[in-house]
C-alpha cells in the first residue's frame, strides 16, 4: 500500500467548504469543491486495485478505476469523457450521489476508514470540462426517423432522452412545471446542488437534439394515447414521486405549515428567498420545526436555517443510524446548528389565531424490524413534550402523484400506486415504459438515471423488432 | 411565450384578457383554470377559463386588480406576451341535466360561472341566474349571463342597480317561492359561498363551490391548495377546483386565504414604487426587429 514513511495511509484530501457561520447567511454552494492539485493527490492515492470492488457499488458501473488514472495523468477532460460512458450527469452525481453507501463503501481503503473521495473526484473532472467550455457532444448515431415522447424530465427522463438521442431518434420531453430538471430544479437547494450546474447539463441534451416543452402537463394538457395518435412510437414515464405525504394529525392545516415540496419549491423553483425581487412569498419563521430524516428533512432545516430561522429542530422517529440521508448532509447539518432530536414524533400541531404556534411530540422507541428491515419506532407513553414553532415543513415522504395515471387506461399499478414495470422498464401498456421514482417510489438521482438509460436500451430494442 | 390577442375593461380593475392557448383551448372543459408566470421573475396564479375560441385558438381570462400579479397582468396589452401558461387544471364540471339550476355569482365569480353556466343550459337546465355586485359598476358579463339564463336577477349590496342586498336574498326568496331548483352553483368569495351553502343547507339542495386555495404548482405536487372537504384533506387543484359545498370547511379556507397577506402588501408596494412602469414585452421587440 502506498503510505508515508512511517507506514501511515494517506488521509483524504479535505475538499475547501464554506465556513458554517457564513454559509448560514448565504445560498451559494457549501462545499467548495477541489483544485486541481488537489484533485490530482487524491487521485494519486487510488491504488488501481486489480478486482474494483468499488464499481460494484455504482449502480451504473462507471469505471471507476480508469477514470482516476487518467486524473493522476492530469488529463480531467478525458476523465469526464470516461465517466459520461456510462453517467451522463457527472456534475449532478458528484455532488448528490450517497457514495458512502455506494462505491466508496466498497473501496478497498474503506477498511483503514479512508476511501478514496470518488464523488469528489467525479466532480471535479465534470466541472473542469464544464468550465473549460468543451465539452465533447457525444457521437449520436444517424436518425431512425422515430419519435419518442419522454414524460417527466427528472433524472430518469433526462437519462432516457439524451441516451435514445444517441441513438437516433427524435426525443420530446413533457414536462408539467415551467422549467425542467425535476427535483434536481425544485427540490434540491442552490447550495447544495447550484442550478447553473443542473442548467448546463439541460443544455448539453438540448445540443444532442432533444426537444423539451415545459408547461404540459400529461393526463391533463394531452393523453398517453392522444401521444400515439399524435405519431409517436413510444412513450417513457419518469414523472418521479411527486405527492407530498401528511402526518394526518390534528392542526395539520394550520397557517405556518408547509409540505416540503411546497417549502422547497417555493424557495428553489420560484426563489421566494429573493423576495420581493421574485414574487413568490415564503414565510420566514423564528422557530421551525422540520420532521422527517432523509435528504428532503435536511434541505428544508439547513434552508429555513438560511432564511433567517433562530432555532430549526429536526424530529425523527428512529435513530441517527437508520436516518436515509447522505452522511455529509447530516454532518454539514450538525455544523450548521440544526437541533437533532432522534426518537421523537408529532402528535398534534397546536395554533393561536389559525397560526402553529407548537408542536406537541411524544419520545419513540425502536422496537422489532418492519418490511423495510428498519427497526419499528414504539410510541413511549408520558413522554410527551412540546416545541414552540411558527413554521413547521413535513418531509415525511412522498407517494406517486395519480394524475397521469388515472388518465391512462391499461396501464397496471402496484399496492402502493406506482406504476408496475419489469426491470427493463417495460409497462403493462403496449410501447409506453417507465423508470425512476414512479416505479420505485422516492429513491436516488443515480438510480433513476439508471432506469431511464435501462428503459432507453429496451424501448430501442422494442422498436427495432416491431 | 404566449400572446395576448385581445385586452377589455370590464369594470373597475376587472379585465378581461384573451390568450392564445391553442392546445389548451382544444382540451378545456367549463370549470377548469390554467396557471399562469408572467415573467421569469413572476409567481405562479390560478385563473378560471371564462371562455374559448376555437378558431382563434384562444381562451379568455377575467381577472380583478387585487395584488402586485394581477396588477402587473392588468399593465400588459394585446399582442404583448407571457412566458408561461399551463392547464387545462383541476376537473371539468359535472355538466348532466339536473332539471333547475340555480348559478350565483359573486363579483369576479360571475366570469368563473358563465362557461359553467352555459354548459348546464346546453345541457337542458333550466338555468336561473343571481349576479351579485357592490354596486352597478362593478357588476360584469351582464348580457352573456343574461343571454342564457331563463331567469334572471341582479343584487347590488348598495343598491344602486337590481335588489338592495346579497345574492342570498335572492336564492332564499326562489326557495321559499318554491321554484323546485335541483342544484345550486355558486361561485364567488369565500365567504359569499359559505353563505350560499347556509341557505340551502337546510332545503338539501346540492351546492357545487368553486374553491380559490393559494397553489403553486395546480399538479398535486405540493399541498398548497389543501382544504377541508367532509372532514378530509383534500387537494383543491387536483380534487377540485368544485366541490359539495356542504362539506367544505370554509373557515379554513379564509384562513389559509391570508397567509401571505404582509407579503402581498409588501410585493405590491415595492411593484408600485418600482420606477419600471410595465413590464417591457420581449417577443414586441423582437417582432419589430424581424420587420425592420
Ligand atoms: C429535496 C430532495 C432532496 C434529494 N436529495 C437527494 C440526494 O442528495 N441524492 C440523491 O441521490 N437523491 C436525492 N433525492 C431523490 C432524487 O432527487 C429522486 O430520487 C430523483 O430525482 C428521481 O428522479 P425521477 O426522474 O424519477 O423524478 P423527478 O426528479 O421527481 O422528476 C419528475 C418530473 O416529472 C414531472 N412530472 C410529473 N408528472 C408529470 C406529468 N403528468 N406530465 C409532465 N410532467 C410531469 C415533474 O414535474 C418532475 O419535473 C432528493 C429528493 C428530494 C425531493
Ligand atoms: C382555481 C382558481 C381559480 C381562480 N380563478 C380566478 C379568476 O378567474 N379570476 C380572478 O380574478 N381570480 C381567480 N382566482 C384567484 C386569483 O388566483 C388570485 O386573485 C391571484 O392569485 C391574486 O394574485 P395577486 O398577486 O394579484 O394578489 P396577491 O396580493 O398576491 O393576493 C391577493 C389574494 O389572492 C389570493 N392569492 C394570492 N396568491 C395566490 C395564488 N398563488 N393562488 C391562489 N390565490 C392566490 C390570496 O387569497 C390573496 O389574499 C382563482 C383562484 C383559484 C385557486
Ligand atoms: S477500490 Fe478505491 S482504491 Fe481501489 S480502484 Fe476503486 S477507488 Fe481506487
Ligand atoms: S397547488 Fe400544489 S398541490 Fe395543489
Known amino acids: 500500500m502506498k503510505s508515508e514513511g512511517n507506514g501511515r495511509i494517506l488521509g483524504r484530501v479535505p475538499a475547501g467548504e464554506q465556513l458554517p457561520q457564513e454559509r448560514i447567511l448565504n445560498f451559494n454552494e457549501v462545499v467548495l469543491g477541489y483544485a486541481v492539485e488537489q484533485a490530482v493527490a487524491e487521485a494519486n492515492r487510488c491504488l488501481q486495485c486489480k478486482k474494483s470492488p468499488?464499481?460494484?457499488?455504482?449502480?451504473?458501473?462507471?469505471?471507476?478505476?480508469?477514470?482516476?488514472?487518467?486524473?493522476?495523468?492530469?488529463?480531467?477532460?478525458?476523465?469526464?469523457?470516461?465517466?459520461?460512458?456510462?453517467?451522463?450527469?457527472?456534475?449532478?452525481?458528484?455532488?448528490?450521489?450517497?457514495?458512502?453507501?455506494?462505491?466508496?463503501?466498497?473501496?478497498?481503503?474503506?477498511?483503514?476508514?479512508?476511501?478514496?473521495?470518488?464523488?469528489?473526484?467525479?466532480?471535479?473532472?465534470?466541472?473542469?470540462?464544464?468550465?473549460?467550455?468543451?465539452?465533447?457532444?457525444?457521437?449520436?448515431?444517424?436518425?431512425?426517423?422515430?419519435?419518442?415522447?419522454?414524460?417527466?424530465?427528472?433524472?430518469?427522463?433526462?437519462?432516457?432522452?439524451?441516451?435514445?438521442?444517441?441513438?437516433?431518434?427524435?426525443?420530446?420531453?413533457f414536462e408539467a412545471l415551467h422549467k425542467p430538471g425535476g427535483v434536481l430544479a425544485y427540490g434540491i437547494p442552490e447550495f447544495r446542488l447550484p442550478k447553473a450546474v443542473v442548467e448546463a447539463e439541460i443544455d448539453g441534451l438540448k445540443k444532442l437534439g432533444v426537444e423539451i416543452k415545459t408547461n404540459v402537463v400529461v393526463g391533463t394538457s394531452v393523453t398517453i394515447d392522444e401521444l400515439?395518435?399524435?405519431?409517436?412510437?413510444?412513450?417513457?414515464?419518469?414523472?418521479?414521486?411527486?405527492?407530498?405525504?401528511?402526518?394526518?394529525?390534528?392542526?395539520?392545516?394550520?397557517?405556518?405549515?408547509?409540505?416540503?415540496?411546497?417549502?422547497?419549491?417555493?424557495?428553489?423553483?420560484?426563489?421566494?428567498?429573493?423576495?420581493?425581487?421574485?414574487?413568490?412569498?415564503?414565510?420566514?419563521?423564528?422557530?421551525?420545526?422540520?420532521?422527517?430524516?432523509?435528504?428532503?428533512?435536511?434541505?428544508?432545516?439547513?434552508?429555513?436555517?438560511?432564511?433567517?430561522?433562530?432555532?430549526?429542530?429536526?424530529?425523527?422517529?428512529?435513530?441517527?443510524?437508520?436516518?436515509?440521508?447522505?452522511?455529509?448532509?447530516?454532518?454539514?447539518?450538525?455544523e450548521?446548528?440544526?437541533?437533532f432530536r432522534f426518537l421523537a414524533t408529532p402528535q398534534k400541531f397546536c395554533g393561536v389565531d389559525g397560526w402553529v404556534s407548537g408542536v406537541e411530540c411524544v419520545e419513540t422507541k425502536l422496537g422489532e424490524p418492519d418490511e423495510s428491515g428498519r427497526r419499528r419506532p414504539i410510541i413511549k407513553k408520558g413522554s410527551e413534550f412540546s416545541l414552540t414553532a411558527d413554521v413547521v415543513i413535513v418531509a415525511i415522504g412522498t407517494g406517486a402523484n395519480p394524475l397521469l395515471l388515472r388518465a391512462t387506461p391499461g396501464l397496471e399499478l402496484n399496492r402502493k400506486g406506482y406504476v408496475l414495470a419489469n426491470q427493463n422498464g417495460q409497462t403493462s401498456k403496449r410501447g409506453v415504459f417507465a423508470g425512476g421514482d414512479i416505479i420505485t417510489g422516492s429513491a436516488t438521482v443515480i438510480l433513476a438515471m439508471g432506469a431511464g438509460r435501462k428503459a432507453a436500451l429496451e424501448i430501442d430494442r422494442y422498436l427495432s423488432i416491431l | 411565450m404566449f400572446r395576448i390577442l385581445n385586452k377589455e375593461v370590464l369594470a373597475p380593475s376587472v379585465i378581461r384578457l384573451e390568450i392564445e392557448v391553442p392546445d389548451i383551448e382544444r382540451k378545456a372543459k367549463a370549470g377548469q383554470f390554467v396557471i399562469l408566470r408572467i415573467?421569469?421573475?413572476?409567481?405562479?396564479?390560478?385563473?378560471?377559463?371564462?371562455?374559448?375560441?376555437?378558431?382563434?385558438?384562444?381562451?379568455?381570462?377575467?381577472?380583478?386588480?387585487?395584488?402586485?400579479?394581477?396588477?402587473?397582468?392588468?399593465?400588459?396589452?394585446?399582442?404583448?406576451?407571457?412566458?408561461?401558461?399551463?392547464?387545462?387544471?383541476?376537473?371539468?364540471?359535472?355538466?348532466?341535466?339536473?332539471g333547475t339550476v340555480a348559478c350565483v355569482a359573486g363579483g369576479v365569480g360571475a366570469a368563473v360561472i358563465l362557461p359553467v353556466a352555459q354548459a348546464l343550459k346546453k345541457a337542458g337546465n333550466k338555468i336561473i341566474t343571481i349576479l351579485g355586485a357592490r354596486n352597478k359598476e362593478l357588476l360584469i358579463l351582464e348580457d352573456e349571463l343574461?343571454?342564457?339564463?331563463?331567469?334572471?336577477?341582479?343584487?347590488?349590496?348598495?343598491?344602486?342597480?337590481?335588489?338592495?342586498?346579497?345574492?342570498?336574498?335572492?336564492?332564499?326568496?326562489?326557495?321559499?317561492?318554491?321554484?323546485?331548483?335541483?342544484?345550486?352553483?355558486?361561485?364567488?368569495?369565500?365567504i359569499m359561498m359559505k353563505f350560499v351553502c347556509k341557505t340551502t343547507e337546510p332545503h338539501k339542495i346540492k351546492t357545487v363551490?368553486?374553491?380559490?386555495?393559494?397553489?403553486?404548482?395546480?399538479?398535486?405536487?405540493?399541498?398548497?391548495?389543501?382544504?377541508?372537504?367532509?372532514?378530509?384533506?383534500?387537494?383543491?387543484?387536483?380534487?377540485?377546483?368544485?366541490?359539495?359545498?356542504?362539506?367544505?370547511?370554509?373557515?379554513?379556507?379564509?384562513?389559509?386565504?391570508?397567509i401571505y397577506l404582509e407579503e402581498e402588501n409588501l410585493a405590491l408596494k415595492s411593484y408600485e414604487t418600482r420606477d419600471v412602469k410595465r413590464t417591457e414585452c420581449r417577443c414586441k421587440a423582437q417582432k419589430e426587429e424581424g420587420e425592420r
Open chain 2, 146 to 190: 343574461c343571454s342564457i339564463s331563463d331567469e334572471f336577477f341582479v343584487t347590488t349590496d348598495d343598491g344602486s342597480k337590481g335588489h338592495c342586498g346579497v345574492c342570498t336574498d335572492v336564492l332564499n326568496e326562489l326557495i321559499a317561492g318554491g321554484q323546485g331548483i335541483n342544484r345550486v352553483v355558486a361561485i364567488g368569495p369565500a
Open chain 1, 336 to 339: 450548521e446548528g440544526i437541533k
Open chain 1, 54 to 173: 468499488c464499481m460494484q457499488g455504482c449502480p451504473v458501473g462507471v469505471d471507476i478505476p480508469s477514470f482516476i488514472k487518467l486524473m493522476k495523468e492530469g488529463d480531467f477532460r478525458g476523465a469526464a469523457g470516461k465517466i459520461k460512458e456510462k453517467n451522463s450527469l457527472p456534475a449532478i452525481c458528484g455532488r448528490v450521489c450517497p457514495q458512502e453507501n455506494q462505491c466508496e463503501k466498497f473501496c478497498t481503503l474503506d477498511r483503514k476508514g479512508k476511501p478514496i473521495a470518488i464523488g469528489r473526484l467525479e466532480r471535479f473532472a465534470a466541472d473542469f470540462e464544464r468550465n473549460s467550455g468543451k465539452i465533447s457532444l457525444p457521437k449520436k448515431k444517424k436518425s431512425v426517423g422515430k419519435r419518442i415522447a419522454v414524460i417527466g424530465s427528472g433524472p430518469a427522463g433526462l437519462t432516457c432522452a439524451g441516451d435514445l438521442a444517441k441513438l437516433g431518434y427524435e426525443v420530446t420531453i
Open chain 2, 39 to 98: 415573467d421569469e421573475s413572476g409567481e405562479r396564479i390560478p385563473l378560471t377559463i371564462s371562455g374559448f375560441n376555437e378558431e382563434r385558438g384562444s381562451i379568455s381570462l377575467v381577472f380583478q386588480e387585487v395584488g402586485k400579479t394581477t396588477r402587473q397582468l392588468a399593465s400588459l396589452s394585446s399582442e404583448d406576451c407571457i412566458a408561461d401558461i399551463v392547464g387545462p387544471l383541476g376537473r371539468p364540471s359535472e355538466i348532466e341535466n339536473f
Open chain 1, 228 to 334: 400515439f395518435c399524435e405519431g409517436y412510437s413510444a412513450v417513457f414515464i419518469g414523472t418521479g414521486a411527486g405527492l407530498p405525504r401528511f402526518l394526518e394529525i390534528p392542526g395539520e392545516n394550520l397557517n405556518g405549515i408547509y409540505s416540503a415540496n411546497e417549502f422547497l419549491t417555493r424557495v428553489n423553483l420560484m426563489k421566494s428567498y429573493l423576495f420581493p425581487k421574485y414574487d413568490t412569498p415564503i414565510k420566514k419563521g423564528k422557530n421551525v420545526v422540520v420532521v422527517g430524516g432523509g435528504n428532503v428533512a435536511m434541505d428544508s432545516a439547513r434552508t429555513a436555517l438560511r432564511l433567517g430561522a433562530k432555532n430549526v429542530y429536526l424530529l425523527y422517529r428512529r435513530t441517527e443510524e437508520e436516518m436515509p440521508a447522505r452522511a455529509e448532509e447530516v454532518q454539514h447539518a450538525k
Open chain 2, 209 to 258: 363551490v368553486s374553491l380559490n386555495s393559494i397553489m403553486v404548482d395546480g399538479t398535486g405536487m405540493c399541498g398548497s391548495c389543501r382544504v377541508t372537504v367532509g372532514g378530509e384533506t383534500k387537494f383543491c387543484c387536483v380534487d377540485g377546483p368544485e366541490f359539495d359545498g356542504h362539506l367544505v370547511d370554509f373557515d379554513e379556507l379564509m384562513n389559509r386565504q391570508k
